[in-house]
């Protein structure tokens, strides 16, 4: 599976963004998907996952209730849509896809397949 994230950019506190995922080489509609970050000088972070049966969507305390993660397994897709952004946000983002089912979402390790990251900037 090849990731490629988009939709990275410049945007100001308060402010929102979809952050976009798309594979090829395989249907990613049996696998686990996620978002993680790192901003400079830091590990990189779980944001969020969504496991392939029934949706069931994780997010990070961080981010929960300002961030939505979306599927769209027709497409190859997965996007990541980002509210009420703060300077704390910023970071560069990965997508990256989990093909079993029960590995902990959470863990970096969980994942086989990374996509390059976007950057996300936010100014105060």
């Known amino acids: 599976v090849q990731l490629q994230a988009s939709g990275g950019g410049l945007v100001q506190a308060g402010g929102s963004l979809r952050l976009s995922c798309a594979a090829s080489?395989?249907?990613?509609?049996?696998?686990?998907m996620g978002w993680f970050r790192q901003a400079p000088g830091k590990e990189r972070e779980f944001v969020a996952a969504i496991k392939w049966r029934g949706g069931t969507t994780y997010y990070a305390d961080s981010v929960k209730g300002r961030f939505t993660i979306v599927r769209e397994n027709a497409n190859n897709m997965m996007y990541l849509q980002m509210n009420s952004l703060t300077p704390e946000d910023s970071a560069v983002y990965y997508c990256?896809?989990?093909?079993?089912?029960?590995?902990?979402?959470?863990?970096?390790?969980?994942?086989?397949?990374w996509g390059q990251g976007t950057l996300v900037t936010v100014s105060s």
């Open positions: 990256a896809a989990d093909p079993s089912y029960y590995r902990d979402y959470v863990k970096l390790a969980s994942y086989d397949y």
């Open positions: 080489g395989r249907m990613i509609s049996m696998y686990t």
